[in-house]
């Protein structure tokens, strides 16, 4: 059964008098509990299909339903709330917040239930325990290496139990080894988590922990 | 309250802003409340006198005299009980700045019109006794460490301002509520030995009932209508009025002021939450990815820039009143029952809100619309 269900979608930007088109009437459809993998060369539309998916750009026509609720026919005001219960979104540069501590960090989206401290706190220790940084719950960023702040990261985008995870170059500004963790640690977040992850990277060999891989250019969408 | 921490970590990121922010908020409305209450003070002092009580003075300006011929005419006039006068001696003591309000009266029939001046019985006579005696107020003896007996000189800026004119203390006054207790009195007849030009710079009534004021002023400048020196007779509110008005037209002035401070420390305000604002663009990107609401990130922007204010505002408002409080600042005597009125303090807070609110608006506003893709986008 789908979870997510693309059709006819286009993008198109105006520059100046000029239209240019990301991509055209593109289809997609991605099961519940998959984990696709979305390639291209930079420039090919990856992160921008990733941001219309998470409702943080409007697209210039068609549909995107996210777990039978259309994305694309919501308000700006419905999509955050519906963002903070259903998706988790993982950076490149992580972004995390450098002022708060990586427990403040994974506890924002909690911020937004009504969820007690005392439940907040918990869940929050849960995700930090799946990203193997409970140890690290009072260290600020600029204390963490750039593979941990990704784990926190990772911690901050599942806290909420989303059932959708989007990932933009998780692994683009690590290191080998911390890459793979990070592939491990998604690779975990599918299989035993039942999470539904769409991975979105110009990596080989990230792409080749994914179940499917989908190649995303000149406006084309192929698996 | 569980997003006060996160409106907290974000005024600390840069303390130093934050602080200076704050600092100069808190100047401007120290200055502000300080300003208010020169205001509200000089209204005040509009209120002061009784309304058994009335002015005569020259229609002209209060600084032209009147003749001393008036006062027995003056005696006469249908309603009036008591009739007294008094002159503006401007004498100085020591140096310019250190003013304080001095009159040469008629001391046999001042204090009878003039009842908020208590002073002992023996006191009072060594006062009467003397051409050269002084009654001072309590605030004088506490201000110049002066005592009973002790003989000052003073200079008039009004008449011969090279001579020295010597006084004796000989009797000091306590006010009853409402009254100065900065003020010098002394002998008209000794003004009057030593410049034998000076006449009366106004007669004060004492009506026989407060309701009569209307027909008895109507009847005195009627009287002098066509006469040398025309009158102008008033209830001695409108009388110390007219004397504040001297200051010049001070509440404009100050009100003039107070708004240039408002609207420069709300530059200061809305600059620095502006650039706050612009520095954590990509945060509040991120932030909306996680699902905040435009109208949650308006609320925390305004919320920064209303703690800065407000903290500014409430330490402003804080400083001025313990300061003019515990110091007991007159302003050299100028304002007597100086203070910051509780509802001074409570506009100055108002306007800290407001200046939260509107210098955190565009930021806010900014923070709600941000466009998140195109943010991110710049920040990869």
């Avoid at chain 1, 988590?193 to 080749?208: C, M, N, Y």
């Avoid at chain 2, 007669?203 to 309701?211: Q, R």
């Amino acid at each position: 059964m789908a979870l997510l269900e693309i059709r006819d979608l286009s993008k198109v930007y105006q520059r100046d008098s000029q239209a240019i088109a990301v991509f055209e009437d593109i289809d997609l459809d991605i099961d519940t509990g998959e984990f696709l993998v979305l390639m291209g060369p930079s420039g090919s539309g990856k992160t921008t299909l990733l941001n219309l998916i998470a409702g943080l750009d409007e697209p210039s026509s068609g549909t995107i339903t996210v777990g039978g609720l259309e994305v694309t026919a919501m308000s700006r005001r419905q999509l955050a709330a519906w963002r903070s219960n259903h998706v988790g979104f993982i950076f490149q540069l992580y972004n995390l917040l450098p002022v708060l501590t990586a427990y403040q960090n994974v506890e924002l989206p909690l911020l937004l239930t009504h969820l007690s401290k005392k439940e907040r706190r918990e869940h929050v220790m849960t995700a930090l325990e799946v990203v193997g940084l409970s140890d690290r719950a009072d260290h600020f960023p600029r204390q963490l290496s750039g593979g941990q702040e990704q784990r926190v990261a990772i911690g901050r985008a599942i806290v909420s139990d989303p059932s959708l995870i989007l990932a933009d170059e998780p692994t683009g500004d690590l290191d080998a080894k911390s890459a793979d963790e990070i592939l491990t640690l998604m690779q975990r977040l599918n299989r035993e988590f039942s999470k539904t992850i769409l991975l979105v990277t110009h990596d080989q060999r990230a792409a080749e922990r994914g179940e499917a891989i989908m190649h995303l250019d000149k406006g084309v969408l192929t698996r | 309250m569980k997003y006060a921490g996160l409106v907290w970590v974000n005024l600390t990121r840069n303390k130093r802003r934050t602080i200076l922010t704050l600092l100069s908020v808190a100047a401007a409305l120290f200055l502000f409340v300080s300003l208010r209450s020169v205001t509200t003070t000089l209204d005040d002092a509009r209120q002061v006198g009784s309304e058994s009580r009335m002015a005569v003075r020259n229609a002209i300006s209060i600084v032209f005299p009147l003749p001393e011929s008036y006062r027995s005419w003056l005696a006469t006039v249908p309603g009036v009980r008591r009739v007294t006068w008094g002159n503006w001696f401007h004498g100085v003591y020591r140096d310019r700045r250190d003013f304080f309000p001095s009159f040469a009266v008629d001391v046999d029939s001042y204090f009878d019109v003039y009842p908020e001046m208590v002073v002992p019985e023996d006191q009072e006579q060594a006062f009467m006794r003397e051409r050269t005696a002084a009654l001072v107020g309590t605030g004088l003896i506490e201000r110049f460490g002066w005592r009973l007996g002790q003989t000052i000189n003073m200079t008039s800026l009004i008449y011969s301002p090279d001579r020295a004119w010597p006084f004796t203390i000989r009797a000091v006054y306590t006010p009853l509520p409402g009254w100065t207790d900065e003020a010098f009195y002394f002998h008209y007849d000794y003004l009057y030995e030593m410049v034998d030009w000076v006449q009366p710079g106004w007669y004060i009534l004492e009506l026989e009932d407060p309701s009569a004021a209307a027909t008895v002023a109507a009847t005195i400048d009627a009287h002098y209508e066509n006469s040398r020196f025309g009158t102008r007779t008033e209830t001695e509110r409108a009388f110390q009025a007219g004397l504040v008005s001297m200051y010049g037209n001070v509440g404009l002035l100050i009100n003039a002021v107070g708004i240039a401070v408002f609207f420069a420390i709300l530059l200061v305000a809305a600059n620095a939450m502006m650039m706050s604002a612009r520095e954590r663009a990509s945060e509040v990107a991120v932030l909306k990815t996680l699902g905040f609401s435009d109208r949650l990130l308006f609320g925390l922007v305004l919320a920064e820039a209303a703690v800065i204010t407000v903290s500014g505002g409430l330490l402003g408002v804080l400083l001025a009143k313990l300061l003019f409080e515990t110091t007991g600042f007159q302003l050299m005597g100028l304002l007597p029952g100086f203070e910051v009125k509780l509802r001074t303090a409570a506009l100055g807070i108002l306007i800290a809100v407001v200046l939260g609110l509107i210098s955190g608006l565009v930021p806010a506003w900014q923070a709600a619309r941000l466009p998140v893709a195109r943010t991110l986008r710049r920040v990869a």
